[in-house]
């Protein structure tokens, strides 16, 4: 692992693959057709939106459609497999997201190795969950929560989308760092597992705010905490969870890569209209309304990105003895 690291981050630092002059007008020319956005899920979740709103303002930037190809399927594994072999010239481009860096560990078979086969391009924005229990609850803060949890061992469950997602890996650090029990019940997907959140047959979900945020406002669901720093403006008055365990932070990110061996050239000009993207005013709006900050900065910094979260997540896979079914 440490020496796939090695070579992504060396990858991700813009490795060259082909004759400089070659390499430079290659850059200076893309693109010059249609671009294919590949999200690895299906329509209208978050990176479905994310590469909506991208890709509408990168076809304005670079005079030249992208078209959005929905490929779900094995928690993104299809799409990404689909990008993995396609032609690196460019012209194919997948929506990186948190359950990437997951399934790297999660899953013992790939046909490809992400980190070696997928070069990181630009980061987009980076989102936190927010812990939520029903109104009816009886904890009212994250110490209250963790209190009730000692006092009932093995009477709590915390519900996901599905093994291997975010909100299911957010339940399982929170155990490990709190040394609390709960039983894991995972959904198809958040909107089933939040309508029996809301009746009690579980008790807690620890979910991205783009789910949770309308419930939130409505009164059918209590935040407790957000995962990262800073509070986010959409329920200010709700703290951050490292506040009560020093040390969690989890968040949801998205960004951009391409199959191995794209000219360096094109990433480079890809990277440098994805951050131009990132200071309009109307594309972080979109952004902030589903909780999200922007993430500016170069391939590396994505490439690095995605490996600390690659290490991180491997161990809680390990340390859980999370397994795919």
Do not use: C
Not at 64 to 79: C, D, L, S
């Amino acid at each position: 692992m440490k020496l796939i690291r090695r070579r992504f981050l060396h990858l991700a630092a813009g490795a060259a693959a082909l004759p400089a002059v070659s390499r430079i007008a290659q850059g200076e020319t893309y693109p010059s057709r249609p671009v294919r956005l590949v999200v690895p899920f299906a329509p209208a979740g978050p990176n479905d939106i994310i590469a909506r709103v991208l890709g509408q303002w990168l076809s304005e930037r670079f005079g030249q459609p992208f078209v959005i190809e929905n490929r779900p399927g094995a928690a993104t594994n299809v799409g990404t497999e689909a990008v993995v072999n396609a032609t690196p010239d460019g012209y194919t481009v997948l929506i990186v997201s948190s359950p990437h860096a997951i399934n790297a560990t999660l899953y013992e078979k790939l046909h490809f190795n992400f980190m070696r086969d997928i070069a990181p391009v630009a980061g987009i924005l980076r989102a936190p969950n927010v812990m939520v229990v029903a109104p009816a609850f009886p904890a009212k803060s994250v110490p209250e929560f963790i209190s009730y949890a000692k006092a009932n061992p093995g009477k709590l469950n915390f519900a996901s989308s599905g093994i291997g997602a975010s909100n299911h890996m957010s339940g399982e650090l929170f155990k490990i760092m709190t040394g609390i029990e709960m039983a894991h019940v995972p959904y198809r997907s958040s909107g089933p597992a939040l309508t029996d959140l809301f009746s009690g047959q579980v008790q807690v979900m620890i979910d991205a705010m783009s789910s949770t945020i309308e419930h939130i406002k409505a009164n059918r669901l209590r935040p407790l905490a957000v995962t990262s720093p800073p509070r986010s403006p959409l329920i200010p008055d709700t703290p951050v969870m490292s506040d009560f365990v020093p040390g969690y932070e989890v968040s949801n990110w998205f960004g951009l890569g391409m199959p191995r061996n794209t000219p360096t050239e094109v990433i480079d000009r890809f990277n440098i209209a994805v951050n131009e993207g990132l200071t309009d005013s109307k594309l972080k709006a979109r952004f902030a309304s589903l909780g999200g900050t922007t993430l500016p900065g170069s391939p590396a910094d994505f490439g690095k990105l995605i490996a600390d979260e690659t290490e991180k997540w491997g161990k809680v896979i390990r340390m859980a003895h999370i397994k795919q079914e």
